[in-house]
């Protein structure tokens, strides 16, 4: 039901990796760029990453830069997520999402309330 739909996620031993992957569930529309975010139980949603549609420029959170890296395919309107040497701080639910906004700024893409498209969450466990 959630326009964007996520996979990928599952259980791995720190140091391990993982891809996710995010696509439409049906729909087609335009996006300007995608993001992933992450959600720990009893935590704030955190911003992981993000990628602008057009110029492929990426931007990733402090925690996460050196080990992620996000990937588009413009044809397949997808959005991909490889995480390596994975540690146990970041187990969390994943979540894709989509911006459909041009903003001139690019601030308002690390933030939730740039996106308009969400997908439904996949989980992501890593233990020691």
């Known amino acids: 039901q959630a326009p964007l739909v996520e996979s990928g996620g599952g259980s791995v031993e720190a140091g391990g990796s993982l891809r996710l992957s995010c696509a439409d569930s049906?729909?087609?529309?335009?996006?300007?760029?995608m993001g992933w975010f992450r959600q720990a139980p009893g935590k704030e949603r955190e911003f992981v990453g993000c990628i602008k549609w057009i110029s492929s420029s990426t931007y990733y959170a402090e925690s996460v830069k050196g080990r992620f890296t996000i990937s588009r395919d413009n044809a397949k309107n997808t959005v991909n997520l490889q995480m390596n040497t994975l540690k146990p701080e970041d187990t969390a639910v994943y979540y894709c999402a989509a911006s459909t906004t041009d903003y001139s700024q690019t601030w308002h893409y690390l933030l939730p309330i740039g996106y308009n498209y969400w997908g439904q969450g996949t989980q992501v466990t890593v233990s020691s």
């Open positions: 049906g729909r087609t529309f335009s996006r300007y760029a």
